[in-house]
């Protein structure tokens, strides 16, 4: 029996984006309540998470941009970072938690104590740049967690993107190091309007058109994810799971049902079983819908879980 980890924290909830944002605390909560029912509490390991360490942030993101971050917080209210990024004064310690929560589950995955863990965070992070929040994303936790398996000695670390936007952040922090493997889907053309130009070598981008449904879009990982990670060879395998690929999401128009995020978790986890000793660590980043990300999450979860 290998335990799988379900790391948040409370701030994680306290990001307060105001009424009618779609990326909202509710969500946290209707992933919990989906687990219940579903009976998987007793298949996890429920952490709280820690702060993220300055230095280990600095690693991924500008000092500047980080400080300007921290001062950006009201004491009350909200400020917009951009159009679709407010920042509550709970904000900060939030996204804290998030890049924690992702550096602390590689510790545990690297260390034995867990094979497996999902952060249920929010803020989400694929949007943000090395110096920019965009797109709901303050810190961009799947890259602080990809930082911290380097800085624990780890050679190749690929990260897998499934959310239904293309995450330019991730690729502006992590395009050009050879040691990282960044992966996605993403419906095209849709925001943010990028993925699909130039990229390093180390970035595989693989754009879908609206309408695109689960038969097509298994058929495209394979094709595509598939032979590059058998090329790669991944010590450790980091996911930024969107659930907004949905066919229930509001945000976008890709036409996955539930069942495909079940796929998705025995197809990534066959992977990392057959080069990093079945490491896995995932990252929660949108899903807007709160049955369909219940639904789809705890799917995804109960195939990380084995159960
Ligand atoms: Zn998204």
């Known amino acids: 029996m290998h335990p799988t980890a379900y790391l948040t924290h409370p701030l994680c909830l306290a990001h307060d984006t105001g009424p009618n944002h779609p990326e909202r605390p509710e969500r946290l909560r209707a992933i919990r309540q989906a687990l219940a029912r579903r009976g998987l509490d007793a298949h996890l390991l429920f ?14 993101h500008d000092p500047a941009y980080l400080d300007a971050l921290a001062a950006s917080v009201p004491t009350r209210g909200r400020v917009w970072l951009d159009t679709d990024t407010p920042v509550s004064p709970a904000s900060w310690d939030a996204a804290l938690r998030g890049a924690g929560a992702v550096a602390t589950a590689v510790d545990g995955v690297l260390d034995g104590a867990y094979r497996r863990a ?13 110096a920019r929040a965009m797109g709901f994303c303050l810190l961009n936790n799947i890259a602080v967690g990809a930082a911290r398996a380097l800085a624990r000695g780890l050679e190749r670390v690929a990260i897998l993107d499934f959310d ?3 995450g330019n952040g991730t690729e502006d922090i992590v395009a050009g190091d050879p040691r990282i493997l960044y992966c996605s889907t993403f419906q095209h053309p849709w925001y943010p309007y990028s993925g699909t130009g130039r990229h390093a070598a180390n970035i595989l981008p693989v754009p879908l058109p609206a309408g695109t449904g689960g038969a097509a879009y298994r058929h495209a990982v394979e094709e595509h994810w598939g032979p590059a990670l058998e090329a790669f060879r991944p010590q450790l395998i980091l996911v930024s799971a969107g659930f907004d690929v949905h066919r229930a999401d509001p945000l976008a128009g890709l036409n996955l049902e539930t069942t495909d995020f079940r796929w998705l978790g025995e197809w990534i986890g066959a992977h990392a079983d057959a080069h990093g000793e079945g490491r896995v660590v995932a990252a929660l980043e949108g899903g807007y819908d709160l049955h369909a990300l219940g639904e789809s999450a705890s799917a995804y979860i109960a195939a990380l879980a084995g159960v």
């Open 164 to 166: 239904v936007h293309h």
């Open 47 to 60: 952490l709280e998470a820690p702060a993220a360490d300055r230095a280990l942030l600095a690693q991924v």
């Open 118 to 130: 999902f952060c249920a965070v929010r803020p989400p992070g694929h949007h943000a740049e090395r």
